[in-house]
Structure formats: C-alpha cells, structure tokens
C-alpha cells in the first residue's frame, strides 16, 4: 500500500506526530493508501520552511519563476496518465474525464499564470494638484510585492485543477506556500510535489501538508506568519474561516457553495439547452460547484424539457470509473452518498416526483470490481416547493430539480432565491432576454447557451453565500500581491 508523504522544505517527510489516515477508493471501498493526520507541528515546520524560501524566491526575477513553472506544467503534461488515474482512483470520477479535462487544466492553470506575471503592468499616476503655495506636482507609481506565505486549502471534487489554480498565482508572483489538499483526495498533490522536486522548484517554495481540515487546515488558517488564505471547499467551512482569520486581518479568497440556476426559456434552442442541461447537472457526478442543479423551465416547454432531462439521466449509466468508456462514476466517498441518499429522501417526504432514479444502482448491473461503490444513479426531481431544503441547499450530487416558470420576472426570482449566487446559466434565442436577464441574475459567472466555458483571463468566484472576492486573471494577480504607491514630489 501506497504511503503518502507531506512535503516540507524541499523534502518528503512523515507527520512528526506519526498518525496516518486511510485513503479509501471509493469505486471499490477499499483502503489503497495512508496519508499523513498532520497536525500544527507539520503546519508549523511547512510555514518555517516557506518562510525561509521567501526571500530568495520572492527576488528570484519573474522570467525565472516562470520558466520553472512552465517546467512543472509540462510534467504534469508528461505524467498525464499517471495523474489521471491517481485522480479516478482518488476521486471515483471517470478516468476519461480526470485524463480530458482535470489534469490538462491543472497543467494550464501552471502555464496560463507562468506566462501572466510576465505581461503584467503597474500603476502610474501624473498628479497635478498639491498644497496650494508649495507647488503640487508629483508622480506616484504603485509596486505590487508578494505578500508572504501563502495558505492554499483545497477540496476533494477537482483536486488537482483546484490546487493548481492557486498554486500557481501564488508562486509565480513570488510568494512561498503550504498548501493542504483534502484528505479524501490526497494522491494527485502527492505526486504534484513529486514533479515539483523533479521541475527544480527550489526547497520550501512549495510545501504540502496533508491532514483534516479541523488537524492541519485549521492549523494553517490561525497560523500568525500565513497572512494570506485562498480556500476553496464548502460554505460552512468558508463561514468558520471567515470568523477566524477576519480578526487576524488575514487576506481571504473564499470559494465556497453553489445551488446553480440553469434558465430554458420556451424561445431556446432545446436540441442544445437539453443535453447541456443533462451535462450541467451530472457531469463528475454532479460533485461541481458550477453544476446545473436547479433546472427553471418556461412552462409551456416544460414536459418537453423534463422528458428530454430523464431520457438523458437515464442514459448516464454508472460503470468502473478506470473503463475509460465510463462517463458515469462513483462519488467521492461513502459518506457523501449517504448525505446525497438523504436529499432524495427528503424530497420523497416532501411529495416531490422522482422520474428514474432516485436509488442506488444493482450491484448486479456494475462491473464486479466495484460493487462496493459508492454509486447512485442520475435523478431527475419535480414538483418540490421552491423554499423547500432540496430546492435551497447544496446537495452536490447527481441530484437535480426541475421547476416551471410563467414569465422573466418570475424566472429571475426563482433563479435568486437561494443564499448562493455562484453560477447561473440561461438559454435563449433572444439576445435581448439574454443581457436583460443575465445583469439580473445574482452570480459570479452566467452562461448564455453554453455551460462550463472558462477563459482563464475572467474573474471567477461568486456572490452571497458562494464566497468572498475573485480569483481568475488580473484578479488572482492583485490577490497575491500588496499594492505600495509611491508618491514622489517634483
Ligand atoms: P470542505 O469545506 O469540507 O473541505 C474543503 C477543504 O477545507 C478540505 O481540504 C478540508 O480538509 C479543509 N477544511 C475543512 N475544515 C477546515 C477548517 N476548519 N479549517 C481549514 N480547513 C478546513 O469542502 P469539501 O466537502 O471538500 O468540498 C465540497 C465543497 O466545495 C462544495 O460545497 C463545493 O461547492 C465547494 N466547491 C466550491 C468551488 C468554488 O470554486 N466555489 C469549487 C469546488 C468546490
């Protein structure tokens, strides 16, 4: 059985309390790995260590940064197999999608930044105003410096993509790092250090902690020398963190929930809308926080559009995650179905229709290797009030809903009537309706007749409950940086 190490200071090191915790394959059930249980002594020598690297990285000129990232993001190309089968394993998500999508945006996320801080421009201001009698010329320019040691903390749904999206801001504008990916998913950012030490990074630039989040993540986040959190994970977490670190002034980025919004309006092109729908609401499992869960259907194409969202669920049949003829995989873990489970159950209660689904699949109709799964078969839902707990809260699963509208305004409010507000996605063939909705819907991100479409250039992130400021670009650039101006008298 594989052992995870944490990497400290350039090195692969044990949990100095020497606690290790199981890493499960959820396709199957079975423990196949350990990971270290680290603790405030491990996040503590990680946040000394890039404390250490931090002069010298954060005056290592940017070309040079660049290129040793590049080099990683070329790695993580050469090694995409291997990644992408540790993240099937890891994750339970087909292997065609972690080899088509995960690990070739993790190794883009390395380049995209790389080349970034190569391009970026500074601030500079002709002020032409002063104290009036003492003459008022100045210029005034603004630095922008690495702010230190970064704390990067990651979930289980995207490991590699998410860490990477942080990573490699973080670095690339000179700051050091300890990141913590999540301990149901630890294998990729194991092997990521690997190729980190295989690239060149110099020692300590880059640290990885393992552990849990209340062990290792709370550690980094109360850590008085980690001055900036980027997190990603749930919006529970992201409340706790809030609390925390906000008397500590500490720089937050929190990427948290979703309960996404997916618009048809009776004008839509359907042969499009419906099977991006059915793509927005069960892709990975529907374990994105960008999902489609909640589909909103102009009522005069509503039977068309929940038939159409039930054919297709019933198409997306469950299967070995490792067949790369899979689409359909397990959830991440055996927990997570359960909460999942009990959503559906809910629902039931609450006299919603469950159309197919709803269950999880026979152990006769899977592959025998992963009869112990944790599977559960696309489900479509309907008729649910829309204030009801199914129709409101997260249940990041192959889980989606459906409800009718009557008019913009009545879609609109549906739309925004949960406490996030991270994604929406609208489908219509009237580019009017499409910009008069989209500035009122309340979301990070608005997809108009496409789903899932990144340009690593746009701000990302989410409004309300679904987090806290804006990664992506120029954003992610100011982000890790301190602003200085310097107003220089003429
Ligand atoms: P989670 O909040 O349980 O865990 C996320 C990470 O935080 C893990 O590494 C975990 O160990 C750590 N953690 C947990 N408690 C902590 C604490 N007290 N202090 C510091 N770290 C702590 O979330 P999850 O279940 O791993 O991920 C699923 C959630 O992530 C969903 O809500 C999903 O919507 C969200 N998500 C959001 C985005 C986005 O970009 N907005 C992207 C992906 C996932």
Redesign the pocket.
Known sequence: MDTIANFIGGQFTRPVAGRYLDNHDPATGAVYSRLPDSDTADVAAAVGAARQAFPAWSATPARERSRLLLRLADLVEANLDRLARAESIDTGKPVSLARAVDIPRAADNLRFFATAVLHTQSDFHDTDEGTPGQGGRAVNYTLRRPRGVCGL??????PLY?LTWKIAPALATGNTAVA??????PMTAFLLSQLAVEAGLPPGVLNVVH???????????THPDVPTIS????????K??AA?AGPMFKRLS?????KNPLLIFADADLARAIPTAVRAAFTNQG????CGSRVLVERTIFRQVLDGLVEGAQRLHPGDPLDPATTQGSL?SRQ?LDKVASYVQIARELGGTIHGGGAAPSASSLPERVRGGAFYLPTVISGLEPGCRVEQE?I?GPVVTVQPFDSDDQAITLANSTPYG?AATLFTQDATRAHRVAARLDAGIIWVNCWLLRDLRTP???MKQ??LGR?GGAEALRFFTEPRNVCIGL
Do not use: D, M, R, Y
Request: negative net charge; hydrophobic residues 40%; contains cysteine.
């Open positions: 903390i990651s979930p289980w749904n995207l998410l913590k990916p999540s301990e149901v998913t552990g849990t989040g209340p062990g290792a993540g709370a550690a980094i986040v997190f990603t994970g749930s919006t529970a977490t992201g706790w963190i925390t929190l990427e948290l929930g979703g374990q994105i926080c960008l991440a997570h997260e990041f991270l990302f992130g989410g679904s987090g990664e």
